[in-house]
């Protein structure tokens, strides 16, 4: 999602940024819930789009039936995600933690990595997505990374290897089979269909039912 800055009320001069505390942040009560908190800053997300919308409540749809069946736990921005002590604080569209990590899962955020970390890109929102959070997401130790871009109708998928550095997953013939979650799959069209198919019917191509 794109981001702008919020400029805090305790500012004093331009050359002079307020600062506030991870812990600050996630006791605050913003009136847009949707940041994240960046070097000290506070960083607001821009609405988003009825695609975006779309395809974050299918997918997370998916998600959440997936982790009832095998375990772990999935949470939706604006849920944080802090994943290391010197890196942002930042509330994926969609995360994952596997049943092994949810001991790290605090009341208001992610104590380190999740298993998989979702963005949907917004208009204005691929430079970061693409850009900083790719990096901060492969520093800190995310397992499997996921750019969805319903605009262009591109999807990415990432996943960390041994040497530490993300790597592009291939998808034959349009399918996507995830290196984290077994059993867990997608046919590439089925994010853009306009009719894209239900949850109950992808439950039965997993064989889940």
């Known amino acids: 999602m794109a981001e702008t800055t919020i400029v805090l009320p305790r500012q004093t001069s331009r050359s002079e940024k307020s ?25 607001e997300m821009s609405p988003v789009t009825d695609e975006h919308s779309n395809e974050d409540t299918w997918l997370g749809a998916l998600f959440r039936v997936y982790a009832e069946v095998n375990g772990g736990q999935v949470h939706r921005d604006p849920f944080q995600m802090k994943i290391g002590p010197d890196l942002p604080g930042r509330a994926p569209d969609l995360i994952y933690v596997a049943p092994a990590n949810v001991a790290r899962i605090n009341r208001l955020y992610l104590d380190g990595p999740a298993d998989v970390a979702v963005e949907i890109v917004s208009p204005g929102s691929g430079g970061i997505d693409r850009g900083d959070k790719f990096y901060e997401y492969e520093r800190g130790g995310v397992r499997e990374y996921w750019l969805i871009d319903p605009h262009r109708q591109q999807a990415e998928f990432y996943h960390l290897g041994d040497d530490g550095f993300f790597h592009l997953t291939a998808t034959p013939g349009g399918v996507f089979h995830s290196n984290v979650l077994p059993g867990f799959w997608l046919e590439l069209e089925w994010l853009w269909q306009e009719s894209r198919p239900t949850v109950i019917q992808v439950l039965k191509e997993w064989g889940l039912i």
């Open 19 to 43: 600062r506030i505390s991870y812990e600050d942040f996630l006791k605050a009560d913003w009136p847009n819930p949707h940041v994240e908190w960046v070097d000290g800053e506070v960083v």
